[in-house]
């Protein structure tokens, strides 16, 4: 992109912030969208599948011509059976794509036909008003989807209000412990800016140096802070914290706790164990403490180090291409229950095998509902699996009318740490081609595993086959971090922030076969 473009954009965020911070939005507005929403379910997807029609270069208008799908059928069946069966049997006709037909631009094989899409062919071409500078890569594996404001406005805010008030968290000073651009700290201020819920603190597990980004992505953070403060929002400066210092939010939180009664703090899962462990080491009191917690699943090991010291967790489940898609029930019926945003989002289970793994897993498949997506899902894999359930439910998030659970949620085609995702591929690279040369041995010497040690953390085990000799683990380690690191800000980012948090340790053993006796890179599906 070009300095004249970059600058057209900073340009057009200035002048959209004014109006965006113009008008905040209360909780109850933020209820009455839900209930409307809830109420026009049928008509939104209606509209969605519509625009794809319109759209002749549209991915899945190709795939519903393919299963003899015409606008007309579409809408006797949402109507006559509703949305849920409706994308099933959309599914069962081929009108899905997998983790990797969507992220990973593998060919899609339907019938006879064969496809092959770019992610920005999923771009909805109906918003006009993107931001670059509020675009993040924390769990995209440093692609960008960008926001704009009226989806800032309709999915975060309106979630994220929510879930504070279930959790009892309005009232409560908030803080946040969430990376600089191109992370996803940005896009949180503006989000609780617009609710009128300024947080009073912003830490930054990594700093600038480390990630080396784009001048406009080292412009970006600071832009977006200065701008909202010109136009009188008093918007925090991110301070570093790096993960071995948690002790100093643990610091604040019991400050605020002191004065307030109750605090407030969104962070990676991983950085919330570790502001709960740092309590326990200096003997400080977090009871009134709530957690909401992203970017990787909320373990029962990690929740028990959370609530064991009398803190609370609230598990927000979210991917960059869709935004916020569900948040913590207050009753849960497992660990990490949550209500989906069904006012916004449809979840469907999609039973697939995890290529060459001989597992099979409920996929979940997301479609969009929101005109302001940044992404038109129709169908559509996050890489994630788990459970879906409809149930009703008491907490506040239940009675707004959110029946739809998910829960039991891991990712199949991923490792994730400390909020940071990193996709097979990139990984697979190193264990098979670059260890070996450097290290010796071959290509199946090596391969990870995703562990949780005995406090809650995530760990990743390198094992290397005793057959590969005596090797310097350190530097073993190094280079894989080194390589992992290679390209973009948002890897550097990510894999900073593993290697502050010692994510991954040297075992000299075998590598794991799978249950069909199969040698994978990757040893980190639970067996279901
Ligand atoms: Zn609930």
Known sequence: MSITSDLAIYWRFAWQLRKFLGQPLDLGQCQRIILQRLTDRDKMLLAAFQAIYDNLSSPYLQLL?????EYGDLERTVLSDGIEATLGKLRDAGVYLSYEEFKRGKEVVRGSQRFRFKERDFDNPLPARHLGAASGASRSIGTRTIYDFEFLIANCTVCEVVTLDAFNCLGLPLGLWANIVPGVGPVLVLTYTKAGKIPVRWFSPVEKRAIKPALKHLLGTNYIVNVGRLLGAKLPAPEYVPLNEAWRVTQWMAEEIRRYGGCCLETYTSLAVRVCQA???????????RFITV???LTPAKRKEIEVTGAAACPSYGFMEAGIVAAGCCNPASVDDTHIFKDSFAVIPHRREVLHSGINVDAFLFTTLLPSAPKLLLNVESGDYGVVTTRSCDCKLGKLGLTDHISGIFGFDKLTGSGMTFVTSDLVRILEEVLPVSF???ATDYQIIEEEDEVGR??????????????????????????????????RMMTNLWSQAKMLRVKRMHPIATA?????????????
């Not at 011509?65 to 799908?69: I, K, N, P, V």
């Not at 390198?462 to 190094?478: C, H, Q, R, W, Y």
């Open 440 to 442: 010796g041995g071959s």
């Open 516 to 528: 069909m006796g199969k040698l994978l890179p990757m040893h980190i599906i639970k067996d279901k």
């Open 295 to 297: 970017g990787e699943p």
């Open 65 to 69: 011509r393919l299963a003899g799908c």
């Open 458 to 491: 995530t760990r990743l085990s390198l094992l290397v086959s005793p057959e590969v000799g005596p090797v310097n683990e350190g530097e073993i380690v190094e280079t894989f971090l080194a390589e992992l690191s290679k390209g973009t800000p948002g890897k």
């Open 279 to 289: 309590a326990k080491e200096k003997g400080l009191d977090l009871n009134g403490a």
